[in-house]
């Protein structure tokens, strides 16, 4: 496969391809007057990619405010905007870049607390509960803001609201939409009103970040589901159709960390009842779940090594040896918690039912609990205020999974992930723009970095269409997007067309890659790593692969790299040379960077800390696009 990276090393300068730009021909020109000249008034497809959060916590989330988190939703978007904020350990922070949108997601369950509790409001007071849970909060220790998590955990385990029946929760969510509304910048900056509906059934995670599309006027008229409400993700579908059809509004739900689910997110059962899943129940969760958080600081979701023993770069900030609560991790769990082992397993479903129950895109989010949306390696912020910068070992040594386990079922903190952020090709920079691009999954996650990747496929590509001025038109006018779906009456095989440039502020990039998924004649499931281009002299075998590493310029004494390796942007055309048309298929693009310093050696440089040794000292951080699904026609 040749590499046309070179074709795009002049524009290195510029914050966005030419090529990743729309401003070139329209999809059809409309002939208003006899003159056939402006060409620009029909021209609708996205030409602009916008990074951001869609899932962080303030002080109206229990577990981030009786933390320490004193950050409100206001904060947050000062923050995530550019502005400089003091952060709850008395800090001045500020981003490098500022996001182009974020999406407060404060838990459901007691929404607002935490601000209750400091108020010492009224209703919360009156409440035996919530009265205890200030006098626990009151003495302003470490151990006693443990103690009071560990009796909130205790009632969400149980399911009974203990505060049942006051209102501050539902004066809370009116500040959170406050605050989105005023936040809210069409053009600039997009906040989204969005809350997380947190259920953790025998602790194990089925979490979803729930969005709207709409403003205060529509998001107003309900009041956040909660666990407490139910567990049942197809309660939650059911109560986001009911907000639909009585506001005529739209909902999105994006469930993340299926590596702490213990095999319940990608489930071949369905959650209360354990009936096999059906097209019905294929269809709800599409159309309520288009996205899948696949990298954050509670691990990466993409594959696992044992999923996928020949791909190396498998294992990537692996948190896999439990859940938040009781029971062993088995192997037999991991293909119904990780992307790629439910992207082939809906292959399947596609066979079987007609429908693919996991057909989404990948997006990524930081989960932060700090009020703070930051996802930098060189400047890792921690995800607790507890553990926000600081020489203290806590930030090391603390225990974030399986505290009260004995043996290795344990994450520590220096175990945590510092990604990830969502990148959405969109027209404009506004909720509608952005959560339409969402919701059609032209989308791709990345661990943090802001590389910018697109990606077509289609059946009529030539390796000439890389050249083309008109590159993005070309990819809609004659296939489809990340995100989109093929189908083909004929034998053509697929063809893709790609282009990625680094961060502008960040690494160089080793290679980019095709991830390919299929299912036989016989309905046996496999997977494929293809290297499309790669960095330097390497060479890719007559099996497309490169198997030579790109190298590693990290400097671990000194937390330093060089771009002396990799480059800084890479393209081409890649028809898959395996393809069979009566075989379902999958493909997305993983593009890798060069070797850098994971947080926790710049950590150690800066603190003056012994480097761990259960951790790399060196990381590639890395995109995963949303898939091309190839269907036969039927």
Same mark, same amino acid.
């Given at each position: 496969?040749?590499?046309?990276?070179?074709?795009?090393?002049?524009?290195?300068?510029?914050?966005?391809?030419?090529?990743?730009? #729309?401003?070139?021909?329209?999809?059809?020109?409309? %002939?208003?007057?006899?003159?056939?000249?402006?060409?620009?008034?029909?021209?609708?497809?996205? %030409?602009?990619?916008?990074?951001?959060?869609?899932?962080?916590?303030?002080?109206?989330?229990?577990?981030?405010?009786?933390?320490?988190?004193?950050?409100?939703?206001?904060? !947050?978007?000062?923050?995530?905007?550019?502005?400089?904020?003091?952060?709850?350990t008395g800090i001045p922070a500020k981003l %490098?870049?500022?996001?182009?949108?974020? @999406?407060?997601?404060?838990?459901? $369950? %007691?929404?607002?607390?935490?601000?209750?509790?400091?108020?010492?409001?009224? &209703?919360?007071?009156?409440?035996?509960? +919530?009265?205890?849970?200030?006098?626990?909060?009151?003495?302003?220790?470490?151990?006693?803001?443990?103690? !009071?998590?560990?009796?909130?955990?205790?009632?969400?385990?149980?399911?009974?609201?203990?505060?049942?029946?006051?209102?501050?929760?539902?004066?809370?969510?009116?500040?959170?939409?406050?605050?989105?509304?005023?936040?809210?910048?069409?053009?600039?900056?997009?906040?989204?009103?969005?809350?997380?509906?947190?259920?953790?059934?025998?602790?194990?995670?089925?979490?979803?970040?729930?969005?709207?599309?709409?403003?205060?006027?529509?998001? /107003?008229?309900?009041?956040?589901?909660?666990?407490?409400?139910?567990?049942?993700?197809?309660? /939650?579908?059911?109560?986001?159709?009911?907000?639909?059809?009585?506001?005529?509004?739209?909902?999105?739900?994006?469930?993340?960390?299926?590596?702490?689910?213990?095999?319940?997110?990608?489930?071949?059962?369905?959650?209360?009842?354990?009936?096999?899943?059906?097209?019905?129940?294929?269809?709800?969760?599409?159309?309520?779940?288009?996205?899948?958080?696949?990298?954050?600081?509670? *691990?990466?979701?993409?594959?696992?090594?044992?999923?996928?023993?020949?791909?190396?770069?498998?294992?990537?900030?692996?948190?896999?040896?439990?859940?938040?609560?009781?029971?062993?991790?088995?192997?037999?769990?991991?293909?119904?918690?990780? #992307?790629?082992?439910?992207?082939?397993?809906? /292959?399947?479903? $596609?066979?079987?039912?007609?429908?693919?129950?996991?057909?989404? *895109?990948?997006? *990524?989010?930081?989960?932060?609990?700090?009020?703070?949306?930051?996802? $930098?390696?060189?400047?890792?912020?921690?995800?607790?205020?507890?553990?926000?910068?600081?020489?203290?070992?806590?930030?090391?040594?603390?225990? @974030?999974?399986?505290?009260?386990?004995?043996?290795?079922?344990?994450?520590?903190?220096?175990?945590?992930?510092?990604?990830?952020?969502?990148?959405?090709?969109?027209?404009?920079?506004?909720?509608?723009?952005?959560?339409? &691009?969402?919701?059609?999954?032209?989308?791709?996650?990345?661990?943090?970095?802001?590389?910018?990747?697109?990606?077509?496929?289609?059946?009529?590509?030539?390796?000439?269409?890389?050249?083309?001025?008109?590159?993005?038109?070309?990819?809609?006018?004659?296939? @489809?997007?990340?995100?989109?779906?093929?189908?083909?009456?004929?034998?053509?095989?697929?063809?893709?067309?790609?282009?990625?440039?680094?961060?502008?502020?960040?690494?160089?990039?080793?290679?980019?890659?095709?991830?390919?998924?299929?299912?036989?004649?016989?309905?046996?499931?496999?997977?494929?790593?293809?290297?499309?281009?790669?960095?330097?002299?390497?060479?890719?075998?007559?099996?497309?692969?490169?198997?030579?590493?790109?190298?590693?310029?990290?400097?671990?004494?000194?937390?330093?790299?060089?771009?002396?390796?990799?480059?800084?942007?890479?393209? +081409?055309?890649?028809?898959?040379?395996?393809?069979?048309?009566?075989?379902?298929?999958?493909?997305?693009?993983?593009?890798?960077?060069?070797?850098?310093?994971?947080?926790?050696?710049?950590?150690?440089?800066?603190?003056? /800390?012994?480097?761990?040794?259960?951790?790399?000292?060196?990381?590639?951080?890395?995109?995963?696009?949303?898939?091309?699904?190839?269907?036969?026609?039927?």
């Open positions: 496969m040749k590499n046309y990276s070179h074709l795009l090393i002049g524009i290195l300068c510029v914050t966005q391809f030419n090529s990743l730009s #729309a401003q070139d021909v329209p999809y059809t020109v409309v %002939n208003t007057s006899k003159v056939k000249y402006s060409p620009y008034p029909t021209q609708d497809h996205p %030409n602009s990619v916008y990074f951001g959060d869609t899932h962080l916590h303030t002080n109206n989330s229990p577990d981030a405010g009786m933390a320490g988190t004193t950050l409100g939703p206001d904060d !947050a978007y000062r923050f995530a905007r550019g502005e400089t904020v003091t952060s709850s %490098n870049r500022p996001l182009d949108f974020l @999406v407060v997601a404060d838990h459901a $369950e %007691n929404l607002g607390l935490p601000v209750a509790i400091r108020a010492q409001d009224k &209703s919360l007071m009156d409440n035996v509960w +919530g009265r205890e849970m200030a006098e626990l909060f009151a003495q302003g220790t470490f151990d006693s803001a443990r103690a !009071a998590i560990d009796k909130y955990q205790v009632a969400l385990n149980e399911l009974v609201d203990p505060l049942k029946g006051t209102n501050f929760g539902k004066t809370a969510w009116g500040r959170i939409i406050d605050s989105a509304e005023k936040f809210n910048d069409p053009g600039n900056f997009s906040t989204f009103i969005g809350f997380e509906w947190s259920p953790a059934p025998t602790g194990r995670n089925l979490h979803r970040v729930v969005i709207f599309r709409d403003g205060a006027k529509r998001a /107003l008229k309900v009041y956040p589901v909660s666990a407490y409400d139910t567990e049942d993700p197809e309660k /939650l579908w059911e109560w986001m159709d009911a907000y639909e059809k009585s506001t005529e509004g739209r909902i999105l739900a994006i469930p993340h960390n299926g590596n702490l689910s213990n095999g319940l997110m990608f489930d071949d059962v369905t959650l209360t009842d354990k009936k096999p899943l059906d097209a019905d129940y294929a269809k709800k969760r599409m159309r309520f779940e288009p996205l899948y958080e696949v990298t954050q600081t509670k *691990g990466d979701s993409e594959s696992h090594p044992l999923l996928s023993p020949e791909d190396e770069f498998a294992d990537f900030e692996t948190w896999d040896v439990g859940s938040f609560g009781p029971g062993a991790k088995t192997p037999d769990m991991f293909p119904r918690e990780y #992307a790629r082992g439910a992207y082939k397993r809906g /292959l399947s479903y $596609e066979t079987k039912i007609s429908v693919n129950p996991f057909k989404f *895109g990948m997006i *990524g989010s930081t989960d932060s609990h700090t009020g703070l949306a930051t996802v $930098e390696e060189n400047n890792f912020f921690g995800k607790i205020a507890a553990l926000e910068p600081t020489s203290d070992p806590i930030r090391f040594e603390e225990t @974030v999974i399986g505290r009260l386990s004995e043996g290795d079922n344990k994450i520590y903190a220096r175990q945590a992930n510092a990604a990830g952020l969502t990148a959405v090709w969109a027209r404009e920079n506004t909720r509608e723009s952005i959560w339409d &691009s969402m919701s059609r999954k032209e989308v791709y996650a990345t661990t943090g970095t802001r590389i910018r990747i697109r990606v077509f496929g289609g059946f009529d590509f030539k390796k000439e269409d890389i050249h083309r001025s008109d590159f993005a038109h070309n990819g809609y006018e004659k296939g @489809v997007p990340m995100g989109g779906d093929l189908t083909n009456a004929s034998n053509k095989a697929p063809a893709f067309l790609f282009q990625a440039l680094r961060d502008p502020d960040g690494a160089n990039l080793d290679r980019i890659q095709i991830i390919k998924g299929w299912e036989d004649k016989s309905g046996k499931l496999h997977e494929r790593i293809y290297d499309i281009a790669v960095s330097g002299k390497r060479v890719i075998d007559k099996n497309g692969r490169c198997l030579e590493a790109v190298g590693n310029t990290v400097n671990v004494k000194e937390a330093s790299y060089t771009n002396a390796i990799g480059k800084a942007a890479m393209g +081409g055309y890649w028809k898959d040379p395996d393809f069979n048309p009566k075989e379902n298929a999958f493909y997305y693009v993983r593009v890798l960077e060069i070797p850098t310093p994971r947080w926790t050696t710049y950590d150690t440089k800066f603190f003056g /800390l012994k480097l761990p040794t259960d951790v790399p000292s060196s990381i590639q951080e890395r995109a995963y696009t949303s898939p091309i699904w190839y269907t036969p026609k039927k």
